[in-house]
């Protein structure tokens, strides 16, 4: 579509839906244009794309996250619009960069899980993979982070306030999802997913609930209004948040209501397709279609699909049983006991007494199966899918599912030598290991356009961008000193961005010169924040002590969520809040150290923050992080990695070589001999400096507010419990390797050049950790795809 054809959409649109020319249109007016008009190009091959993915075998991608990011920006990219769309926008008299600011961020995910299934859906539909994602319309997704008093407070993310113009609903496909206790309407709204250099458009499925009787009319007539809408507003939580807080049941149940609906909705669509085409012949249904898991949120699809082949669609139970264990797959994404789900019986009672009856039956048969296999009564009971009156959802995901794969090699190896131990000796066919990848169009191409730019003139075209292997042939660059300045002006002027970003977001200035040493995820024990935190602070009491000390200057940069009911990781914000505060208020280290936490962390904050990174916290306790995707993106954009051996940061090194990261810790192999006799109050008695910075946690040198929060923390590090030892994440066991190694890399900085080249070393092997590269091992091992373009047009 050309400049004037776009440029008569645009005057249209703002026309159509405001009563508007562009002269009197606001930024977001003309963005919802942009947008539509942008839609409007992607409309026929996004058609053709279905049409297509209908003819042949499908993937089917159940997932509860999709944190896809903004759209618009992405789509001009893919769809080769972006230099046109900015020439109108300039000459409408709009400022580019405001207008894109205008989109908000889908609340469609929270953190790793849901970002690798975006990045999944754009390489499927990179390299014309027929691949659909199924998941929720959330309403508030997770929640607004504010900071107020250093704590962490919860508000609705409103993102669909106004209309979302990158949605379609499709209310054909409505489908009717029943519980014993309300019927509800799925209505399902699709999101186009472009990819790069293809006309190919895929599909992420979202579904929104709605009730099957919008009120009850007798009660609003007898002026009982609240009454009246009060089924409604159930009906309505189920879409309204993503991961309820399930400390109480209620919460527990709305977490399950809500796996169900999207399971439920998702199946009867791609049960019905299926039978317009072959009618009750289902013995085509395994070969047409493959159902893959992330993560156990979506199990229920598996006793749901017996459910409609044996009630609705006239299989025998053995019928139905051969096809649900050919369709379906499974990924695993942590080893953390916590979040492996596992539901009271009761609620499924409650909520769908034939499910449960399904599941049931499913138990039986796996218990007679374990039985011949030479297993006794009490190893079998700790492995079926329901024991101690629960329902284990990764459990049955392992009996059921054709494929079950981890997410990193040493993450795969975990689950087979000790998770699932007992089912990768009955049928080690199922068990591979499919290491995490994330996009490069997004993480590098439009979020670093300055290092995607050097990259392309140094490859001599942008075909890395599909084939990140090729930057492999740039290796020998690293000896042009010239061209590692440039590197280096390329991530100052990052670094120069983010610190404006900073000063306007945050209200804290920040030198650009400083080293950012930057630690972006969720908030989780494991994760160790509060190993990052304390080491920062015993920086900032030796400086005290004195302030000539030869350490270059740090600009301490945090990102992270903390789940509402998580008492302890709420505290850990509190806890670097008051750190920063403590920093940044003290002039003697103001030119030598600032701490920043940037709330709110989200896809478009995090596409600023990896551009300009110099270090990359990895620092989870050794065999809990599954993979961490993060880590591949900072490598992506040139910085470097202080890490444990722990999920991908292991591939990283092998990626790398050590000479290029920064390691410490204990391997997996060892570690279980270290916890068996570690001991906290050793190192809190014996490590120089950990006493005191351990003690501002209960002494009143820093403040909690009253809360609890420090002497909480405090004895999680020191005390322990009657069901746990202390430190169970090692933070006082690592923390002296950390500090070292920490200093090692701050060491390392001064020498400019040398750092650049470790860096460009970095960039050039993040090639294995491309998405694409995930998704052609799927593609080609469990999911049995091959591409199909539509032989449409861009632009």
Known sequence: MNKEVLKKRIESYLYAEFGKSVAHASEHEYWTAIS????????????????????GRTVHYFSAEFLVGRSLL????????????????????????????EETDPALGNGGLGRLAACFLDSSATMELPVIGHGILYRYGLFRQEIEHGHQ???????????????????????????????VYAVPWDLPITGWGTPNVNTIRLWKV??????????????????????????????????????????????????????????????????????????????????????????????????????????????????????????NHTIMQEALEKWDIEIFRFLFPRVLEIIEKIDKQFREVAFEKGHHEQEIDALAPIHDNQIHMALLAAYACNSINGVAMIHSEILKQEVFNPFYRWWPDKFRNKTNGVTPRRWLNL????????????????????????LLELKEVAEDTNEMRNLLEVKARNKERLARLIKDREGIEIDSSFIFDVQIKRLHEYKRQLMNALEILDRYYKLKENPLLNMPPVAYIFGAKAAPGYFLAKATIKFINEIARIVNDDLDVSQKMRVIFMHNYN???????????????????????????GNMKFMMNGALTVGTYDGANIE?????????????????????????????????????GLKRVVDTLVSGAISDGNTGMFRA???????????????????????????????????????????????????????????????????????KVEPKNIHGTLG
């Open 153 to 183: 407070k919860e508000y609705p993310d409103a993102w669909m306030e106004l209309p979302y113009p990158f949605l379609a609903t499709r209310r054909e496909d409505k489908v009717l999802v029943h519980y014993r206790d309300m019927d």
């Open 74 to 101: 992405n789509n001009l990219m893919n769809r080769e619009l972006l230099d046109t769309i900015k020439e109108l926008v300039e000459e409408a008299g709009f400022d580019f960069d405001s207008v894109l600011n």
């Open 210 to 331: 709605e009730p099957a009787e919008e009120f009850d009319f007798n009660l609003f007539n007898s002026q009982r209004f609240d009454d009246a809408v009060i089924m409604r507003n159930r009906v309505q939580d189920i879409c309204r948040v993503l991961y309820p807080n399930d400390t109480s049941y209620d919460g527990k149940v709305l977490r399950v209501r809500q796996q169900y609906f999207f399971v439920s909705a998702s199946l009867q669509t791609i049960v019905r397709q299926y039978r317009e085409q072959h009618g009750y012949d289902f013995s085509q249904f395994a070969d047409k279609n493959i159902i893959q898991l992330n993560d156990t949120h979506p199990v229920l699809a598996i006793p749901e699909l017996m459910r409609l082949l044996i009630d609705e669609n006239q299989q025998s139970w053995s019928e139905a049983w051969e096809i649900v264990t050919k369709v379906f797959a499974f990924t």
């Open 713 to 783: 923390l405090y004895n999680r590090l020191l005390q322990g419990s009657s069901y746990e030892k202390a430190d169970p994440y090692y933070v006082l066991g690592d923390f002296a390797a950390y500090r070292e190694t920490r200093s090692k890399a701050y060491a390392a900085y001064r020498n400019q050049i040398n750092w650049a080249k470790m860096c460009w070393n970095n960039i050039c092997a993040s090639g294995h950790f491309s998405s694409d590269r995930t998704i052609r091992d799927y593609a080609e091992d469990i999911w």
């Open 447 to 470: 979020c670093n356009p300055d290092l995607s730019a050097m990259l392309t003139r140094l490859s001599g075209s942008d075909a890395w961008l599909t084939d990140m292997d090729r």
């Open 603 to 629: 896809v478009s904050l995090a596409e600023k923050i990896f551009p300009a990174a110099d270090i990359s916290e990895q620092i989870s306790t050794v065999g809990m992080e599954a993979s961490g995707t």
């Open 652 to 688: 990283i090194l092998q990626q790398v070589g050590e000479e290029n990261a920064f390691m410490f810790g204990p391997r997996l192999k060892d570690f279980p001999a270290t916890k068996k006799f570690y001991t906290s109050h050793w190192q809190y008695e014996n490590i120089e």
């Open 36 to 55: 539509r008009a942008v839609m409007e190009t992607i409309g026929p091959d996004w058609e053709a794309t279905r049409e297509q993915y209908q003819k």
